[in-house]
């Protein structure tokens, strides 16, 4: 279904509306919220480079 960059993608949508919608209902501060949804983009983004020099490797 969702392999690759869709799954990235997928998974930074989810926590960035996590993000947007959890400070409202009182269950974060929001500049911890969005410091916590950069340190997630910025762990996916790590994985995906990764994953790129790994399939390098293996050609």
Do not use: C, H
Request: cysteine-free; aromatic content about 16%; overall charge positive.
């Amino acid at each position: 279904m969702f392999r690759g960059w869709k799954l990235s993608v997928l998974g930074i949508v989810i926590v960035g509306i996590t993000a947007g919608i959890a400070p409202q209902f009182g269950l974060i501060d929001y500049y911890r919220s969005i410091s916590m949804f950069i340190l997630f983009v910025l762990f996916i983004v790590a994985l995906e480079v990764m994953d790129r020099f790994n399939r390098r490797k293996k050609e």
